[in-house]
């Protein structure tokens, strides 16, 4: 297993936005925990603040999808070795659990890759190991284009 941590630190570092205007890696609290390159595996924690609540108390569904949703794309990219960033075409959700205010970790693979096109999985679970969403998705393969 390839450790994260030069990878980790890229993406860390390269986040754009600020705090006035922060993107959704960071919104979200991405920490990518590692990478295994033979099962196309990444697993990366987030932390869903209170802001994140419904009014019933618990996360918004979209919260949850957006954190797997923002494993996907670093999966791609690292998988490709930064050639190639995907363009959902289609993510199903669906939720097992209710989430709370706290940490999160998404492990996210490839499920099967083409020239174009990539088939992905994701599992959500709470900082007790418990599973709180599942998703799939299609997505486009697009070329990332050197600054």
Do not use: H
Not at 7 to 29: H, K, V
Not at 122 to 130: R, T, W
Request: proline fraction near 6%; hydrophobic fraction near 40%; charged fraction near 25%.
């Amino acid at each position: 297993m390839v450790q994260p941590s030069d990878i980790a630190q890229a993406f860390n570092e390269n986040l754009p936005g600020s705090d006035d205007n922060p993107n959704t890696l960071r919104l979200l609290g991405f920490d990518l925990q590692s990478w295994d390159e033979k099962t196309e595996t990444i697993r990366v924690g987030f932390e869903a603040r209170p802001e994140f609540r419904n009014p019933g108390g618990i996360i918004q569904g979209g919260m949850l999808a957006a954190m797997i949703d923002d494993a996907f794309g670093p999966l791609l990219i690292i998988a490709t070795s930064r050639t190639m960033r995907p363009l959902t075409l289609d993510m199903n959700v669906t939720y097992i659990s209710a989430g709370q205010v706290g940490k999160f970790v998404c492990e996210a693979r490839i499920i099967r890759r083409g020239r174009s096109t990539a088939f992905l999985e994701g599992e959500l679970f709470d900082d007790k190991g418990e599973l709180i969403a599942r998703a799939t998705s299609t997505v486009k393969l697009v070329p990332i284009k050197p600054v």
